[in-house]
C-alpha cells in the first residue's frame, strides 16, 4: 500500500481508487502518532535490554525509559508514578481492578461484615461486565444499574444501591459506544462518603479529557495506550496509595510491577504510551477544542442532510469526537456496506461481529430496531475537515438511496 | 508462530507474553492438581503455589521415576508443567519422556518452550504437550507478545474476560503490530542451524575458562542443552562481583534470572540441583545470541581472566580453598 494514499485529501484518494476508506472509527483504535513511534523505534533495535535484567547498561537503559514513562502516564491523571501498573492494555486493567480487588477482598476481610457486592452500569465495557460475571459465578452479588435515557448515571440510583456489603463501584469515565462522560467526581465522593472503592475504566477518556484522580477521589483507573494514539499491547492501572487499594494480582511470576504484574515489561510499548501521554498532556486541551469543532460540523451536516437522524447519549458531557446516532428504518450495517468510503462500526468492536443490536443502545431504551440502526463515529487527531465533509455527504447520500428504496419496498409491501 | 513447533494455527492464543501464557496453561487447563519440576520458572511455580514440585538430578534434569511415583500415588486427574530449556543454565528436559508419562496416567502436560524456541528445532508432535508456551521476545521478537499453543481439542477456562477475542480464550484488542514481529521472528526461528556456529562459540568459552581456572564448575554441562546457555560458577567469588566487574570491563551477563532481580536471593534452579550454597551464590550466566561474534567471546575471556587474576589471590579465593 502506497502511504501518499493515505495522506491525500478524500478527493485525491478518490481519485486513486479509494485505497483505504476515511478512517472514522477512532472509539476502535487510533492511528499511532508519528512521534510516538519515534520514541518506541530505538527500544526496539539498540537499546533492547530486559528492564528487569539491571546488572548491566541494556537493562538499566531500559529501566530508566520505564521510569520516565510511568511519570508521562501518572502525570496525566494526577497521581504518583509508584500507583501506575503497566499491563497489556485496559482488558487487562480492568480485570486485575474488579477480580483483583474482590479477590482480596475474599481472602483478606477483617471485619464482620463481608465485603462482597459489585455496582455497575448495565452500558459498561464487556470486559467490566465479563468480569463481574465471573465474580457472580464465584457468589459476589453484582448490581448492574440502569442508566438514564441520556446514557448517564442516576446518582440517586448509585446511592440506593450502595450498602455497607459494598465493596467496589465500576463507571467507565467515557462511554466507548455513546461517549457519554460521567459525573466522575460526584460518583467519587459518593463512594469515599460510603467506604467503598470507585474504580473507572478510563480507556477511552484518558488523554481526552481531564482527568484527576485526586480530585474525582478515583482509587483504581484503566487506561489503554492504543486510543490515544500510542501502541496496542499497553495499558495500565492506577492503584492509589493512600489509603492504600489491595489488589490479589492475575498474573504472578516476577513479581515485577510491585508483585502486582508479573511479566517482563515491554519497554518500547511502556515508552510509546508514556510519550503518548506526553503529547496529550500538551495538546489535549486545543484537540479537544477542534475535535468539538469537527464534530459538531458532521452532527450539522448530517442533521441538515438526513431526514429524521436522531443523536444516542447525552449531548452536552460527550467525548468531544464522538457521534452517535440512528436514522430510523435503515439498518446500520446497510448504511455501512453502503458507504465503503468511510470506516465507521456499529459500536463496540469486542461485540460487533454479534448479530444481537447494542446492548448499550437497548439500554437507553431504543427498541430493537432503533438499536440496530446505531451508528458510531469516532473522529481523532489525524481526521480533517475535508474528510468530515466527505462522510457528511457519503452518509446523508446513502441513507437518502436507503430511504427511497425502503419507502418502494413498503409500497410494494415487501419488507427489506 | 504455530509453524515454530509444527502446530496448528487455530491452536495459537496470542497473549502479552510467556507469564501470561503460563498462568493461563496452569490455571486454566481445568485441573486442581498440578506437577511441576524444581526448576521450573518464577511465572509457572507461583502460578499454582500448591503444586507439587518434581525433583531434578545433579545436572537440572527431570527425574522420571519421581515424576512416574507421584503420577500413580494419586489417582486426581493432574496437569505437568515442565520447560522445555531452563532459562538459567539451558539444560534440556526430556519432554517426550516426560508427555508419555503424563499420559499414561491420565495427565495433560504443558511445556515451557520459552527459552528453547528459536534455538533448537521444535516439534509439538515430538514434545508431546497439550499446552506450549512462546514468547516473542526471546526468539528476536518484540516484548510484549507471546502465545499459548493449544495442540489438541483442550477448552481453556480464560485468564482475562470481555469481548470474544481469540476464540474466546483471551480477551482484549490484539497487539497487532506485536504479533507481525512475533510472526517475522517466527518464520525467522525456523533456522536454527545458525545456532551450531554459537554451540562450538559457547564450548570453547567454557573450555577456555576451565583451561585457566580448574576449580570452575560449569553446571549442567554433563545435560543435553541449549548451544547458547552457560553458568558458571567460580568458587568463593560471589555473583555479584562477577557480574560488576564484568559491566565495567563491558561485558554484560547476569547472576540469573532477570525476573528475579531486585529481590535478593540464591537461585531455586541451582539449589534443586543440589549444588552447594558456597557455588550457587558464586554462579553467572552467560548466554550468547545469534550475532554473537568470536571477537565478543575474546573480549568476554579477556574480562573473565582479568577478573580472575584479580580474585585469585584475594580473601574470597584463599577463604574458599
Known amino acids: 500500500m502506497n502511504s501518499n494514499i493515505l495522506a491525500a485529501s478524500p478527493e485525491t484518494r478518490t481519485r486513486l481508487g479509494n485505497a483505504m476508506p476515511i478512517y472514522l472509527d477512532n472509539q476502535s483504535s487510533t492511528r499511532l502518532d508519528p512521534r510516538v513511534l519515534e520514541a518506541m523505534l530505538p527500544y526496539f533495535t539498540e537499546q533492547f535490554g530486559n528492564p528487569h535484567s539491571t546488572s548491566h547498561a541494556y537493562g538499566r537503559m531500559a529501566a530508566e525509559a520505564i521510569d520516565q514513562a510511568r511519570s508521562e502516564v501518572a502525570a496525566l491523571i494526577h497521581a504518583d508514578a509508584r500507583e501506575l501498573v503497566f499491563t497489556s492494555g485496559a482488558t487487562e486493567a480492568n480485570n486485575l481492578a474488579i477480580k483483583g480487588a474482590a479477590h482480596f477482598a475474599r481472602l483478606y476481610q477483617r471485619s464482620e461484615q463481608p465485603r462482597d457486592h459489585i455496582v455497575t452500569l448495565s452500558t459498561e465495557h464487556k470486559c467490566v461486565l465479563e468480569s463481574c460475571a465471573a465474580l457472580e459465578r464465584e457468589g459476589f452479588d453484582i448490581t448492574y444499574l440502569q442508566v438514564e435515557p441520556s446514557g448517564l448515571v442516576s446518582l440517586d440510583r448509585l446511592a440506593a444501591a450502595l450498602s455497607e456489603r459494598t465493596l467496589l463501584v465500576s463507571v467507565m469515565a467515557a462511554h466507548n459506544e455513546i461517549g457519554v462522560i460521567q459525573p466522575l467526581a460526584e460518583i467519587g465522593a459518593l463512594c469515599r462518603a460510603e467506604g467503598v472503592l470507585f474504580h473507572s475504566d478510563a480507556a477511552q477518556a484518558f488523554g481526552k479529557i481531564a482527568l484527576d484522580v485526586e480530585a474525582m477521589r478515583i482509587d483504581l483507573l484503566s487506561i489503554s495506550g492504543h486510543k490515544v494514539y500510542g501502541p496496542k499491547g499497553i495499558g495500565a492501572l492506577y492503584v492509589r496509595r493512600r489509603p492504600r487499594v489491595r489488589l490479589l494480582p492475575l498474573i504472578d511470576g516476577g513479581g515485577q510491577e510491585r508483585g502486582l504484574r508479573s511479566g517482563t515489561l515491554p519497554t518500547p510499548l511502556c515508552v510509546g504510551i508514556g510519550r503518548a501521554a506526553a503529547i496529550a498532556a500538551a495538546e489535549m486541551t486545543d484537540e479537544a477544542g477542534r475535535l468539538r469543532q469537527l464534530r459538531d460540523r458532521l452532527q450539522g451536516g448530517l442533521a441538515r442532510q438526513v431526514p429524521g437522524l436522531r443523536l444516542n447519549g447525552d449531548v452536552e458531557c460527550r467525548l468531544p469526537g464522538s457521534l452517535n446516532f440512528y436514522v430510523p428504518g435503515i439498518a446500520a450495517m446497510k448504511l455501512i456496506e453502503a458507504c465503503p468510503g468511510i470506516a465507521i462500526s456499529t459500536g463496540s468492536a469486542c461485540t460487533s461481529a454479534s448479530v444481537e443490536p447494542s446492548y448499550v443502545l437497548r439500554a437507553l431504551g431504543l427498541s430493537k430496531a432503533d438499536a440496530n440502526s446505531g451508528i458510531r463515529i469516532g473522529l481523532g487527531r489525524f481526521t480533517t475537515s475535508a474528510e468530515v465533509d466527505f462522510a457528511v455527504d457519503t452518509l446523508a447520500d446513502a441513507a437518502g438511496r436507503l430511504a427511497a428504496e425502503a419507502t418502494v419496498a413498503e409500497q410494494q409491501g415487501t419488507p427489506i | ?321
Open chain 2, 1 to 321: 508462530v504455530a509453524a515454530v513447533v509444527n502446530a496448528q494455527p487455530e491452536g495459537v492464543v496470542f497473549v502479552s507474553g510467556g507469564t501470561e501464557a503460563n498462568h493461563l496453561a496452569l490455571s486454566g487447563s481445568g485441573r486442581n492438581r498440578v506437577l511441576v519440576s524444581a526448576v521450573e520458572h518464577a511465572s509457572v511455580l507461583s502460578a499454582v503455589p500448591r503444586a507439587e514440585r518434581v525433583p531434578v538430578d545433579r545436572e537440572g534434569v527431570l527425574v522420571l521415576d519421581a515424576l512416574e511415583c507421584l503420577l500413580a500415588a494419586d489417582a486426581r486427574p493432574a496437569l505437568v508443567s515442565v520447560m522445555l530449556a531452563n532459562n538459567e543454565t539451558g539444560v534440556l528436559q526430556p519432554v517426550s519422556a516426560i508427555s508419555a508419562i503424563a499420559r499414561a496416567h491420565g495427565a495433560l502436560f504443558h511445556c515451557d518452550a520459552v527459552q528453547a524456541a528459536g534455538k533448537i528445532a521444535l516439534d509439538a508432535a515430538a514434545i508431546g504437550a497439550d499446552l506450549i508456551t512462546l514468547s516473542a521476545h526471546k526468539l528476536g521478537g518484540p516484548p510484549g507478545i507471546g502465545a499459548l499453543i493449544v495442540t489438541g481439542e483442550l477448552e481453556l477456562t480464560p485468564l482475562l474476560r470481555g469481548g470474544g477475542q481469540e476464540r474466546g480464550r483471551r480477551a482484549g484488542t490484539q497487539n497487532v503490530a506485536g504479533i507481525a514481529g512475533f510472526a517475522a521472528a517466527a518464520a525467522a526461528a525456523k533456522e536454527t542451524a545458525v545456532y551450531d556456529r554459537v554451540r562450538l562459540l559457547r564450548d570453547e568459552l567454557e573450555a577456555e575458562v576451565t583451561a585457566m581456572a580448574p576449580e570452575a564448575v560449569m553446571l549442567g554441562a554433563e545435560a543435553p542443552r541449549l548451544p547458547n546457555t552457560a553458568a558458571i560458577a567460580l568458587p568463593g567469588v560471589p555473583a555479584e562481583t562477577q557480574v560488576i566487574a564484568l559491566d565495567l570491563d563491558g561485558v554484560m551477563v547476569s547472576a540469573g534470572a532477570a525476573c528475579s532481580s531486585g529481590k535478593v536471593g540464591p537461585s531455586h534452579v541451582l539449589e534443586a540441583m543440589g549444588v552447594g550454597s558456597n557455588l550457587v551464590r558464586s554462579a553467572i550466566r552467560v548466554s550468547l545470541g545469534w550475532e554473537s561474534s568470536e571477537t565478543d567471546v575474546a573480549h568476554f575471556l579477556r574480562a573473565w581472566t582479568a577478573l580472575y587474576r584479580r580474585c585469585r589471590g584475594s580473601a574470597f579465593l584463599a577463604r574458599a580453598a
